[in-house]
């Protein structure tokens, strides 16, 4: 009994033990288990830290979304933060595209949960999340339940991504090229519009250092310069010549700034270049038109006002003086209008060349507009030099200018001068005054040079009104004919006479013709003017031929103006038609100037004249270029002799004059010409140029100017008087 007692409570210990052993065994393996999953929730916390990540997990039957995070806040701690959410909010705009994706993993078309969408956080605000997951769980049947996963907010991350596509497409898409260098400027990456300004792939520079873009037109010393700029104050702008790689070269706007590189902080500089080669060319071409005449390529108007005042104000600091010539070319608006505007410019242009040869390298020789110079003459001693350095241009445009082989025009200058500081302070001023002396130049005959006076601003202001009261000469019907007798020296008769032209203002009184024929040819009034004229000129022939004066031939005078400009021919031989004179009594009276500044289409309306039966003289000869040879080539019939060879005739001082008037008359002879001397004022004048062989005369030793009616009957009168006159003449001159 004892035996089976004691065996049993050994037994009853063996259990005991047995089931203690157990017991502690179960609280080893518990405790064992517990710091396995404080190890593991350890490691999640860490894990969730580490990669700012959460937990979550997703049934799919209940449709609830639990969510394991670090506790936000705490610094101390890894505390997990457990949510359970059964109103997952999805943005309206991502969940089509959440579902899709879990949809093709339910069915097994992708290896994992992978979304990017926006939920909904605390605070309201949507936040992009990247989450991605795996089964964890699945009912009998084998269909998932359960999935779990993490997912990180990446809304941060997603807007620097925005930022840097951004920043690459920007950079990739600049008309700027960009370029990142390193802090020993050598190539880190480029844009296309590098390649595209340089010629330079990325491969071809990338590693290499910047210095194979530079130029010949910097030196070395601007190259280093430049670096060590940006090396020290870590930006730089600026342009700079860069060759290309067909070694072409380019200026480039450079702005350079220094940056650091993310990951590595090392720096870098980011340049920023435009090729601005064709945009400063065409700057250098603007500012070449604003101050430059394209034409003849002297300075314009702008440069001239603008050397105009520099040069005031040096001459006011250094006490010297500054001259301004005016120039005008005399009748130049003919060559344009009958040689067309081409042939204008080439005249223009050479007439630049010589005024520029003429004045010297070290004057402002000018163009303001048509053909209007200017020459900018300082550092004179006195006003004196600007009247030399005048006369030396009015030598120069002397020379006629050769257009070809055949033609040559004579173009002459009027010159106004005006001075600083004896006319005018200021640059306006001094220009306003060259230009009045100019037209007083003019004024006086063309081809000559004035100095402004402040007498010259009144006969501008007569000028003006001249001009104003001109334009109604016709309707006020103040124009008038005189007539003034020519006598031949064969036989005494009087067979021509000359109509002249005069004008008698209402506000001016008696204009003289040296002062309305001028501004009627500016202006263009000269040829209704010239009209008025012819046809008046011919209906007092008419008459006079109804009177039975049938030989009597009219002289009427012609401008360039209505040679050159318009249809004269045409109107000749209409105003002939309309009162029935015969043209062989019609003589057109031309100067030899006119002739000599357009000598091929003078030629042509010449022709076009002796056609019609007309009659042509030239007037004034003497006083220009020609010569009798060039004469034979002009379908001329008379010769009329300056007033200014007849002056001295017969007096003590006539020697030269006396031998040009025979020289003249003699050649004019040979070529078959008639001879008519005007301004004969004396008997010994008479004498002279019936000795000589001339034919005809004309001046107040015959007669004045007279009206229509009083010359009528001179002529009428005059084979009585001319023969007491021819006995009284051959018993005083020897």
Request: proline residues 3%; hydrophobic residues 40%; negative net charge.
């Amino acid at each position: 009994m004892q035996t089976i007692a004691l065996l049993a409570a050994l037994l009853v210990l063996l259990m005991a033990g047995l089931l203690l052993a157990g017991h502690r065994r179960r609280e080893q393996e518990q405790r064992e288990h517990l710091r396995a999953l404080r190890e593991r929730e350890q490691r999640l916390r860490l894990s969730l830290w580490a990669s700012n990540e959460l937990y979550w997990q997703y049934d799919l039957e209940r449709h609830e979304l639990e969510s394991t995070q670090i506790e936000p806040g705490r610094s101390d701690d890894l505390n997990l933060s457990i949510n359970l959410d059964t109103d997952h909010q999805i943005h309206p705009d991502d969940l089509p595209l959440v579902i899709k994706r879990l949809q093709q993993y339910l069915r097994g078309d992708a290896p994992m949960f992978l979304s990017e969408h926006r939920i909904r956080d605390e605070q309201g605000e949507w936040q992009w999340m990247r989450a991605r997951g795996r089964a964890v769980a699945r009912n009998d049947a084998g269909r998932i339940t359960r999935i779990a996963g993490t997912a990180r907010n990446v809304t941060f991350g997603r807007e620097q991504e925005r930022e840097r596509r951004i920043a690459a497409e920007v950079m990739h898409d600049m008309a700027e090229a960009v370029v990142v260098v390193d802090d020993a400027f050598q190539f880190v990456t480029v844009n296309p519009a590098f390649t595209r300004i340089s010629g330079y792939e990325a491969p071809d520079v990338v590693g290499k250092d910047a210095g194979i873009l530079n130029s010949e037109q910097h030196d070395s010393a601007f190259y280093e310069q430049s670096r060590l700029t940006i090396s020290q104050q870590g930006h730089w702008t600026g342009e700079m010549w860069q060759k290309r790689k067909d070694g072409n070269e380019y200026l480039c706007a450079m702005q350079v700034h220094a940056i650091q590189e993310p990951v590595t902080q090392r720096r870098m500089f980011v340049v920023v270049a435009s090729d601005i080669t064709d945009r400063r060319r065409i700057e250098q071409e603007l500012r070449y038109l604003a101050n430059y005449d394209t034409l003849t390529n002297l300075p314009n108007r702008t440069l001239l006002a603008e050397r105009l005042s520099r040069a005031i104000v040096r001459a006011r600091r250094q006490g010297t003086c500054v001259a301004l010539l005016f120039l005008d070319l005399d009748r130049f608006k003919d060559i344009n209008d009958t040689l067309g505007h081409a042939t204008g410019d080439r005249m223009l242009r050479m007439a630049a060349q010589r005024l520029q040869q003429a004045t010297g390298a070290s004057h402002t020789v000018a163009r303001i507009g048509g053909d209007e110079f200017t020459v900018l003459l300082e550092d004179l001693a006195h006003g004196d030099e600007a009247e030399l350095c005048a006369q030396r241009v009015i030598d120069a445009f002397d020379e006629p200018f050769l257009l070809d082989d055949r033609q040559e025009i004579v173009v002459t200058p009027s010159i106004g001068i005006s001075l600083y500081p004896e006319h005018a302070q200021v640059p306006t001023d001094l220009l306003k005054h060259a230009d009045t002396a100019m037209y007083q130049a003019k004024a006086a005959g063309r081809h000559t040079f004035m100095r402004y006076t402040e007498a010259m601003d009144s006969h501008t202001r007569r000028r003006a009104g001249l001009l104003t009261a001109l334009r109604r000469v016709e309707e006020r019907d103040e124009l008038r004919l005189l007539y003034q007798p020519q006598m031949s020296l064969a036989d005494g008769g009087i067979h021509r006479v000359e109509a002249l032209l005069r004008w008698d203002s209402i506000e001016h009184g008696e204009v003289m013709p040296a002062q309305f024929i001028p501004l009627a040819e500016e202006s263009g009034m000269i040829v209704a003017i010239g009209e008025w004229v012819l046809r008046e000129a011919c209906n007092t022939l008419a008459d006079w031929h109804r009177a039975g004066f049938h030989d009597m031939t009219m002289a009427v005078n012609v401008s360039a103006v209505q040679l050159l400009r318009s249809d004269l021919p045409r109107t000749v031989e209409r105003i002939l038609r309309e009162t029935g004179v015969d043209a062989r009594h019609l003589e057109i009276e031309i100067t030899e100037s006119v002739l000599m500044a357009n000598a091929e289409l003078a030629a042509e309306r010449l022709q076009t004249f002796r056609k019609l039966g007309v009659s042509i003289a030239v007037d004034d000869f003497g006083t220009g270029y020609s010569s009798l040879a060039y004469l034979r080539r002009l379908p001329i019939t008379t010769l009329k002799i300056d007033k200014a060879f007849i002056d001295d005739l017969g007096g003590p001082n006539d020697s030269e004059d006396a031998a040009i008037t025979t020289t003249v008359i003699a050649m004019a002879h040979s070529l078959g010409l008639d001879v008519v001397a005007e301004g004969v004022e004396t008997a010994e004048q008479l004498a002279f140029l019936r000795q000589h062989g001339c034919d005809v005369v004309q001046g107040y030793w015959l007669a004045r100017p007279l009206q229509a009616d009083v010359c009528m009957q001179f002529v009428r009168d005059w084979p009585e008087r001319y023969a007491s006159i021819a006995v009284e003449t051959v018993s005083t001159v020897p």
